[in-house]
């Protein structure tokens, strides 16, 4: 039986650059897998990857047994991946609601020819369509619902932004969802919360998470399994108390061991 995602002796080369090197990976359904390691390791690439930005340079990326490679990212998301960006991406101009909306539009059928002549299962889809986006905004309590759905996504604080990205994440409706760093910048409040978010994703929305995380706290509560990169190789996986008890993770990365959590 092949896992949700399986990756293969995958290499990336920027010019004479060797991002990824020789890199094996998987994910099983269900799983919560933490993306450690320090700044260039090639975190972040590897997503680029998944979602089909990059092209790898040799090796396999299997998504439920068949090959991502060669699909654009719409198409890689039309087979049940989505991911969030580092540098957080909206439309910026569209309301908070429109952002959630047209981020389904790879799930919907009715095309142009239904929106023109605005018929009556387009009206039916868009309702649903609405529907789901507020339900999708919902699960950040009353941050982006209310009066916010009527309001422009640039006038959202970071961390809000950041909570917009996820959810235009989730309303694709992945089975695999790939977080980039998504408690950067924000403060501790906030990061605790989103921590337990992430772990409702899984519980709750049904989704396999692949985490790339600096806060080694995120990491550590939410993570089942944890692999660490460095120069585009992976130098340590295992538990979170594994890896990050790994003499090389420590040197390539923790700069000293963790405190045990109290
Ligand atoms: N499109 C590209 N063209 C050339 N080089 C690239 C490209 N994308 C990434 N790189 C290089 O690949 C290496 C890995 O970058 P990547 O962004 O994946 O690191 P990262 O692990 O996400 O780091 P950080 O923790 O800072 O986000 C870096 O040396 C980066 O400069
Ligand atoms: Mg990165």
């Given at each position: 039986?092949?896992?949700?995602?399986?990756?293969?002796?995958?290499?990336?080369?920027?010019?004479?650059?060797?991002a990824l090197?020789?890199?094996?990976f998987h994910v099983e359904e269900g799983e919560i897998v933490g993306v450690i390691g320090p700044n260039g390791a090639g975190k972040t690439t590897f997503f680029n990857m998944i979602s089909g930005m990059v092209r790898p340079t040799s090796g396999d990326i299997l998504f439920e047994g068949e090959t991502l490679v060669g699909l654009d990212p719409n198409q890689v998301t039309?087979?049940?991946?989505?991911?969030?960006f580092q540098n957080v991406r909206l439309f910026a101009n569209m309301t908070i609601l429109e952002n959630v909306m047209v981020s389904q539009h790879c799930r919907t059928k009715r095309g142009v020819f239904g929106s023109l002549f605005n018929t009556r299962a387009f009206r039916e889809e868009e309702a649903e369509i609405r529907r789901y986006a507020e339900e999708v905004l919902g699960f950040f309590g009353s941050r982006l619902v209310g009066y916010r759905l009527e309001q422009p996504a640039s006038v959202l604080s970071y961390a809000n932004r950041r909570r917009l990205e996820i959810a235009r994440a989730m309303a694709t409706r992945p089975r695999l969802l790939l977080l980039d760093e998504p408690v950067a910048g924000m403060n501790p409040i906030e990061t605790a919360e989103l921590t337990r978010l992430i772990g409702r994703l899984r519980s709750e929305w049904g989704f396999t998470i692949v985490l790339i995380e600096h806060d080694m706290n995120v990491v550590r509560d939410v993570s089942d399994r944890v692999v660490c990169l460095d120069h585009g190789e992976t130098i340590a996986q295992g538990s979170f108390e594994e890896v990050s008890s790994n003499s090389d993770v420590i040197e390539a990365y923790l700069g000293r061991p963790l405190e045990s959590k109290k």
């Open positions: 039986m092949s896992h949700l995602l399986d990756i293969e002796e995958l290499n990336i080369t920027f010019g004479g650059l060797h090197r020789d890199l094996d039309q087979r049940g991946i989505a991911r969030t």
